[in-house]
């Protein structure tokens, strides 16, 4: 079993790695490949991991890689997490709709637009590669905006694609935990896009538990910062629990607030904890202290999350670590590997084309819900009606999706202003030109594909 | 032929009367009957109106009244044109939302929801006696916010209703003087919500002109002030022509700044406006001066909209007078009784349940559509499929008004947070509920229904 | 303002002229164009139709012509029926079914199937003509099976088409007579396809009378034979208003059962008429008596529908003649010139594509509702939500309609089995395998696309 | 674990206990309980059943009951097996429709609906039963028809049901042995109504076998009988596996001649077989020889289902046996416990509550389809557009058995009237109504709620 990490010189990758080394028993890698564009992280992540991997008794083999073609090829699954434009680009994601009084943020409104359009065309180009050399290779996408790269690579390659966000699925993992349940006895009815679903029905052992979610959901809500930030009254209102990204939405001018109070943004955080990450770890690669390395790495990325959310939701609400014992992420990406390799059938929160289960969107469009992966791949599970009242930003939302993956591809300028004027969170046409103008100025060098026709002039 | 005006003190009467007059040969009315609850108003009006009518060789019987049930008795027509709270509380509707940065206006967003909340329990009154007393009647409904009264009327009575905007007929009729056009020949493809509707194709003999009107719009729009708000640029990327009230939507954020940045709202305008008028042509109704007071309406009339949504669109850029000669509110309210009494079949833009044209609505939600009217009143005409990029907007502000009309009758809170909060100038459950809060304190004597279990204090 | 006729050879044409000729105050014809490929039937006819026009004081110019360019060249308005392979196939259509049990009729099941086979190629041919000669015409389909071949030309050809049917205008022109009202003031729901719709709201002055004709059926269908072959108790059941052809699937074995009870069937009966007709109008015209050929064709005409579907509905149950007086298609397609021509805006019952108001159906599907007519060209009204009891019939035939359609231009066989396998009639593929293949082998000469390919002999 | 068969006298009932001990590792049973309302036939096969029990080791205990509320209560799991008016009234169900041409079978068509008439109130009585004393028993409905009966009783009562038919599992499992591929590994993509399904992929490590299937079809048949009356060129044209009742669609008047032309109909026989069988049972079994008699009933039942359908498709295509060893009801019976018991997640073809899955249906609807089965009850999964071929037949029959259900309850002559018009099948008011007056006429012992009101004699 082989498998590849397209975007392996990510600060992440020594965390996967660990998720691998965890389930080793029950997802049996053999050799592992790192894939990065940028060959300075690759040796000093590849050397962490090695480090890592031998450490705990090399279960598997480490092998880096710079050719794609080789990477991939007999590849049985092939996860995708790749940055293009670097932390840096995520600054400037963020800082521009601050300006104008719109959200700034990496994934949703028009940072994770912006991230979009850098992203699309070269995932584009991996996907070719890959459905070229191994069509039958199993791509779990991790980069983001993870909708929207799943939604261009289902609709311009035939490669075999599953879309993944792990808040969904540690919601479902809270609420179990909050019901003391085993989380394999928990079914949620989850419907919506990616980071912007909502629950509807909890079922265990046949009897719907989201009432009770309701009324205690002041208790559970202190043990799952993320949702912290949404007060009961609103829960009880809305009677449903909303993805902690519809934050975005719900507390639309308290979300820009608490972010232009921060001193820095997210990505400004991010940029400097990488970083000084990387330099720290690179010097004790270069003189050989691995263990060092990897007790720093450890340790910084422990303190990581502690601030998580905290600076865009207002107030030191967040206080969840992201250790080498948590789950997240990692053990997504490991069930979902488990699941197709051995056929264990499970109900997962997926990105994958609706094919009818949202009915009032196209059979095509990328949805994320409730599905059944084994083998065969994810299919989707019906979610029942959905309620009138997401109906609005629902449709918004996903016109603003077709839009944005459409203009990737073409570089079309009006169609670029388009998709970012039916974003709710923008609007309105003269906000969105002024933004989109911004991005397309600074992100310039990542953009080739606006080079001409462009509006900015007019 | 009786017609009667519920509201009929109000400044507008005048000038309908004075389109009464001018199309007595196509709609022969006998008996004009003016109702209103406010008596001082309605013996100032009454006697202007009188004036008017005697001046121009008594074509019909004027006469006031201050009960509604005789008012409406026997009569053909029935126009209802009401104003709860009068013009101070349409100034509390607009200046609420524009302290926290959303738009104040008249009918679009908070404040049209705020002015629905008095309105529709008043108007669901009278509605229950013309039901009772003269089922036959047709009512012509003016009051504003004009979709979500015919959904309010439409769902919780039997009566006949048409609802109206003169919006997208003026619309209609500016397009066909461009286009050098009898306005006959002329049929426009409109669809959407009062106050949300777009045209997406305009058929001249057979063929769509409408590429060629979105070529000439800087020529269109320059001899159209309302649309002269939106750039050709815009105009080419949305491919439709947009109405009016749509600037509010996608020029959202330069419309709030051009209203903060007037000296004055247009409420506040208005009030300053019609007080100045009323106590000048109370004046001379006092001393038996009618035909002075008459002048003095026509002048001052005549100079109000001047200013026209200038200080809204942020510039001079309107500069049409109302006179009694203009068109507008009057043509269409004479052209509806006319279809109807003398089975002359029109197509008007009107506001009629969906019955299925708009089809991802429900079959009784109140659209605003082209319509066939004849004797047998309206029927919306197919519009075909409704572009992906607008099913947002109009699903979001669809269940906006579902939760308002609803909220609006029961008096729950939740409900009327819930509406703010899916409409896509709020989209936010925060913003909502600060907004709601201060207007159920300012309005608190206009809406009796929300009297308990009012979350505020929650 | 020139009229041309394709088919101007057919009996009905001289009905036609007399239409022209009492209808031309209204609608003022200058030249009126008789096309025919038959010459021998052009010349007789062309005397004929001569003859009436000068007796009434030629009140328009009668041309005969057999270059179809020429024809259509600057013709404001072109009808178009025709019957490709004469009235000896309708014979073979309508047995060759009849052997299986199943229906035999002209336009509805098989027989309706096998003369679109025919017809669809040689009419988009003609209009292939049209759309390069003239595209500004409006040609108005009366060919039978006319929905079918209203599908066609609108779905294949871009020229500008109604598809018309006399059966819901006599019906509505029957109920207004029956209630007593002007026709003008009776408005129908009437939606469907064609020969498959149903009348399920009669509004005269804003009161649906629907259940007063059911109440006093009995009344109303003595006084229109079409209608009577349904029982009182099976319209009370339905409780809406079926097309007269609706008897051919509500009774379904009944229908078979009357007409192979006939000694003839109606196409057997047609083909004998017309041989005598003929031949007795050629004889007068090759002698000059040209008064005496019109009068023998006036009283053969007249006495044609006598039996009319009474050997179809199993007794003498219809007694309608058509004479120079009746209105039927000729009234009906005088009403559409008139329309389009002054701009006299009408509501007809037309074949038209959907455009969203059968929401299930596609946007393109042609229907037959009831549509607003004048210079803009038809629009389908809102016709409401359509009973389920009649989707399953609505969906089976208008996909039978569909793949007839598609099967008639490619010649696929397993297309045109697939076709007639969904007809409600037949429902069954080893009947359509039959039915099918007797017609490829009967009609064979006029169906040269099922040449090659076809799987007859599989 | 305590499994009550309501019906448990019935001749199936060893068959299905001979499954509970197969799978007693995999389900384990501790109580059976067997409930019928006819002591003889109950004591009879109680015996029978026993002493099988106890021959096995007793792996569990075995209880007969005649009161039904004792035999629910505490039950994990009912399976629901009745028969309201025996074998003999499905002679009835299947001769009228004969009479008139008409297919008669058990559960298609007339057949179907007049056993729907009869049993649906007895099974809402039952059920009425099991929602007081249990509502968290599982109910396992085998009662024919089984999408009407599950369909009434989802609609009309709260206790969790799961409806099943042995005919799409059986497909998949052969398909899944043709392909020689472990069943397991085979997805495919079932979707419609009960008795009108079909197959339009079949996924094997994520590629779509059905054109190799297509293609291999005469062998695949070959190897299962019941597929065999489709003939290749038929298959190839649908480019789907039907359900093998479609035979009777799409073979209608093959299946109705077949049928007419064996001696007697499949409930003819199953009379006589089933009167011989319990006699010469019922005889050893008061011998005391219970050996002999489970010898007798095993070789019974292997040779009935020799001449399976072999008289309705004319043939004698069929092979197949019922053995103590094969799978079919009993292994799905078991399977469906498995699952729901211990969370073992499968893929099944269930009778469930549509939840927009087919996007033209209503959301409550019971259809046909794949469900993921697990402890929370099946969840049906996408099943993507709906070919257009079968949307008619699928609107018809589901609207058929929406009537039948109202019907069943309300004893509404015209509802029952419309519900057998609308059917595929009939497709005719009048002979709807033929066959309708003939089952009111002989089935009115069985039929009470009809007593009054009738029009059988309008």
Redesign the interface.
């Known amino acids: 079993m082989k498998l590849t990490i397209i975007g392996g010189g990510g600060v992440r990758t020594p965390l996967m790695v660990n998720g691998l080394i965890r389930w080793h028993e029950r997802v049996n890698v053999d050799r592992l490949v790192l894939f990065d564009t940028d060959p300075e992280k690759l040796s000093v992540i590849g050397n962490l991991v090695s480090h890592l991997v031998q450490k705990k008794g090399s279960p598997f083999q480490v092998e880096v890689a710079t050719d794609l073609t080789e990477a991939v090829q007999d590849a049985d699954f092939i996860y995708t997490a790749i940055r293009v434009g670097g932390d840096v680009s995520r600054v400037v994601d963020e800082k521009i709709p601050l300006k ?2 719109v959200l700034g943020q990496e994934t949703t409104g028009p940072g994770g637009f912006a991230m979009a359009l850098r992203t699309i065309p070269v995932m584009l180009e991996y996907a070719k590669i890959i459905e070229e050399v191994n069509p ?1 290779a199993w791509v779990v996408n991790f980069t983001n905006p993870s909708g929207l790269i799943t939604e261009a690579l289902q609709k311009y390659t035939n490669i ?1 694609i599953v879309g993944i966000c792990d808040a969904p699925s540690s919601m479902k993992l809270e609420i179990a935990k909050f019901l003391n349940e085993p989380a ?2 928990v ?1 949620i009815n989850y419907f919506g896009l990616n980071h912007l679903g909502w629950i509807n029905r909890i ?1 265990v ?2 009897e719907d538990r989201l009432p009770e979610m309701i009324d205690r959901y002041d208790a559970f809500s202190q043990g799952f910062p993320h949702m912290s930030s949404f007060p009961k ?2 829960i ?3 009677h449903m629990l909303p993805n902690e990204y519809l934050y975005y ?6 979300a820009v607030q608490n972010i232009r109070q921060s001193s820095r943004t997210r990505g400004e955080q991010i940029v400097e904890l990488n970083r000084s990450l990387l330099s720290q770890v690179e010097d004790c690669v270069q003189k050989g202290q691995l263990q060092k390395a990897l007790d720093i790495y450890e340790k910084m990325m422990s303190e990581r999350t502690r601030s998580y959310m905290s600076n865009e939701t207002g107030g030191a609400k967040g206080d969840q670590s992201v250790t080498f014992e948590s789950e997240g992420y990692e053990g997504l990406a490991m069930s979902i590997i488990e699941s197709i390799l051995h ?1 264990r ?3 997962l929160i997926l990105n994958v084309p ?4 949202l ?2 969107l196209k ?1 095509d469009d990328v949805v994320e819900v409730t599905c ?1 992966l ?4 994810p ?7 959905i309620p ?2 997401v ?3 629902i ?5 603003y999706e ?2 944005t993956v459409s203009a990737a591809v073409s570089g079309n300028y ?1 169609q670029a ?2 998709a970012l ?2 974003h ?2 923008v ?5 969105a030109k002024k933004i989109l103008d911004d991005y397309l100025i600074e992100h310039r060098a990542f953009l080739p594909q606006f080079k001409k026709g462009s ?1 900015i002039h ?1």
Do not use: I, W
């Open positions: 104008y009084g039958d075999k394999d006895d079914h079922m052992k046949g009254t609103f009880q209102q809305l939405y719900y507390f639309r001018e308290e056929n059938r499970k109900t609706n094919q009818g289960v009915s009032s059979e059944l084994d083998r065969h791949g299919v989707p599970l019906a979610v029942g009606h009138d009242r109906q609005g930003l449709h918004s939302v996903k016109e077709r839009l009006e202003l388009l004027t039916v709710p969170l609007c309105s046409y003269s906000l509006g007019a």
